[in-house]
């Protein structure tokens, strides 16, 4: 990670404005996550190349996987009802069983009692991450990393919504809404009122309207960027 | 403004002498832009728009019309004219670049300098390097690129598609259309798996009893679930997947014979689509950018390349972590790199970087499904932190909102690289 701070360093000196940009949270520290696979689950379970079930199912490709979906694996009811259920393994799910197996599988065989700590945990799960599917190769594969929302410098986001700003995000909209308002298969949003753009992104935000891409665009837009692209908008109506 | 324009170039010469010796008698810093696509031209649109006059932005591109890979399987389907996935440069041209027609044939990254292939030299301060893919070398064994005459991969659009869509037309009646998909990774993760949907589609039409083979090195692939039940539902019988279980991981290809050999087993085709391991276009590497895996590793907050900060790699040559190689992607990537050479280069304000990608695909006539997900730059790589994805067993009016949905994509996308 010198890139950023190569980049920064000759502008700190000139402008003050500048600010760090905002980092998503990788799961965990896969390595400290390989040593506590080693020590607490190893037993019961292998995963990397030529994995096999032993007590427990081999592990890759947990990720995205339905729960009980191991070939030939003789899973507790419990766990075969849940997989025909709809559960599947997840970030989420993970996090959950792992913290503590029988609260989300109330029959399952998994004699572990459960991992309580946040940090260690989140550590498992990366490692456990690592072998599944490849975002790169497979885009609808679970998520790597923790989303966070960005924390900016208050000289740089006035809560007012800053245009410039509003000009950088708005470059993300124009790659499927055009900017002269053809309205064709992707609706226009050129000289949308400022209120009503921002009370449609928070219900897009909060799931309230129903598209998949726009939950996921508004969805990581802080208050004060949904403000700034507003801002940004207002200044198009001009 | 004679004044203010004076104090506005001099500053800007304080700040670059930091980092960037500056070239003789030189007013603004230069970028240089290698390769048009949807990497490139967005980047050289976006850094003369919003720099307004403060960078000198050059675009090497050898091609006067882009065609577009995006899309291109809708030629392959009937869907489209080929002639819609052409695009010119004299948007970004009038945005204020200077289009230079030719190849960039070097890169020498301690004088800051480009070779042309036609001789020229051209000096810059930052460079964008966003060639595309080229493919390796030995990678599907009986194929070399002379071969692709023949056998055309069809990945790079242009002639090879006009080649693959006629070489269709012309098979026999009840003949079989091979595709050798391609390992991990590569350019466009469902393009392959479109491509056959589409295929399917066009024989349905006119050659219904013509079979369709895919030999695949992987046993998994994006929107698996979603094309199996496209191809059930609307080609029932036509489709046959080998995954690496049965094969599909040993291909051998004899041009000569138009024969596939399958883990040994011989298989007469009559039109085989080959589309090989990729790797990042070749000018990557000859800047010394690219790592031993083939494609250039960068930083994830600003797409500058590990190696070298000067310059920066964009799309499907660059190494970024989570993100598909895709023109989304591509162009998605060149928005935050044209920010951060900005910040760089004239001091302006650099904000924290947002990426996002959605893939559309389509099944049959009126039958699209998408994938997308949302990515933010962690210190390792760019880190997917949410994704979506088309259901199977959506209803038609959705998923004929979604095709449509993808035709508004495809006009805004060109808009937004093209101008």
């Known amino acids: 990670m010198g890139g950023a701070g190569r980049l920064l360093a000759p502008f700190a000196l000139l402008a003050a404005a500048v600010c760090t940009p905002a980092a998503a949270n990788l799961i965990g520290d896969a390595d400290r996550g390989a040593t506590l696979f080693q020590r607490q689950c190893s037993a019961c379970h292998r995963i990397g190349p030529d994995a096999v079930n032993r007590v427990g199912p081999q592990l890759n490709g947990l990720y995205g996987r339905r729960a009980g979906a191991v070939p030939e694996f003789p899973y507790s009811k419990s766990m075969a009802r849940m997989g025909s259920d709809g559960l599947t393994w997840t970030l989420e799910t993970l996090d959950a069983y792992v913290e503590n197996p029988k609260a989300l599988v109330s029959g399952t065989r998994m004699a572990y009692k459960g991992l309580k700590d946040d940090g260690p945990r989140a550590d498992l799960l990366a490692f456990l991450r690592d072998y599944s599917d490849r975002p790169r190769d497979i885009p609808e594969a679970e998520p790597t990393a923790r989303k966070t929302l960005p924390d900016l410098a208050p000289e740089i986001l006035a809560i007012e919504g800053d245009a410039e700003y509003g000009a950088y995000l708005s470059s993300e909209c124009s790659t499927c809404h055009q900017r002269d308002g053809t309205d064709r298969g992707i609706p226009s949003i050129t000289e949308w009122p400022a209120e009503d753009f921002v009370i449609a992104m928070h219900a897009y935000k909060e799931k309230l309207r129903p598209h998949p891409v726009m939950q996921m665009m508004a969805g990581r837009l802080s208050n004060e960027e949904i403000a700034a692209l507003a801002a940004y908008f207002a200044t198009l109506e001009e | ?419």
């Open chain 2, 1 to 419: 403004m004679l004044n203010r324009r004076i104090f506005i170039h001099s500053a800007v010469a304080a700040t670059a002498a930091l980092s960037a010796p500056r070239v003789l008698g030189q007013t603004k810093p230069r970028v240089v832009v290698i390769g048009g696509g949807a990497g490139g031209a967005t980047v050289a649109r976006y850094l003369a728009k919003d720099a307004a006059g403060a960078l000198d932005v050059t675009l090497i591109e050898p091609n006067a019309t882009y065609y577009t890979c995006f899309f291109s399987n809708l030629y392959l389907g009937g869907f489209r004219e080929f002639e819609s996935l052409a695009h010119g440069y004299d948007a970004i041209a009038a945005a204020g670049v200077t289009l230079v027609q030719d190849m960039a044939a070097g890169v020498d990254p301690a004088a800051r300098t480009v070779t042309l292939a036609g001789g020229g030299v051209l000096p810059y301060d930052r460079l964008v390097i966003s060639p595309g893919i080229d493919f390796v070398e030995g990678s599907v064994p009986g194929w070399t690129l002379a071969d692709a005459e023949v056998m055309p991969h069809a990945y790079k659009a242009g002639p090879q598609t006009q080649l693959l869509k006629a070489q269709i037309e012309a098979m026999p009646e009840g003949g079989l259309f091979c595709m050798v998909a391609p390992p991990n990774p590569y350019r466009c993760p469902p393009g392959p798996y479109e491509r056959v949907s589409m295929v399917a589609h066009m024989l349905t039409q006119m050659n219904p009893t013509a079979k369709i083979l895919v030999l695949d090195p992987k046993e998994k692939y994006s929107k698996q679930a979603l094309f199996e039940e496209g191809w059930q539902k609307h080609y029932s019988g036509m489709v046959e997947w080998i995954g690496p279980d049965m094969g599909g991981n040993v291909v051998e290809v004899r041009p000569g014979s138009m024969e596939v050999l399958i883990d040994g087993e011989v298989q007469k085709v009559d039109v085989c689509n080959v589309i090989p391991g990729q790797m990042a276009g070749a000018i990557a590497a000859a800047a010394g950018v690219t790592d031993a895996t083939g494609w250039a590793p960068v930083d994830p907050a600003t797409m500058q390349a590990r190696a070298d900060a000067n310059i920066y790699v964009l799309g499907d040559a660059s190494a970024q972590g989570d993100m598909p190689k895709s023109a989304f992607s591509a162009n998605s990537q060149a928005k935050v790199a044209a920010m951060a050479i900005r910040a760089e280069l004239t001091g302006s304000k650099l904000f924290p970087a947002k990426y996002s990608n959605t893939c559309w695909s389509l099944i049959a006539p009126e039958d699209g499904v998408k994938v997308g997900a949302s990515y933010e730059p962690t210190p390792e790589k760019i880190a997917s932190v949410e994704s979506f994805i088309s259901q199977t067993g959506e209803d038609a009016a959705l998923r004929k909102a979604t095709y449509e949905e993808s035709l508004g994509w495809y006009e805004g996308i060109t808009a937004d690289i093209f101008g």
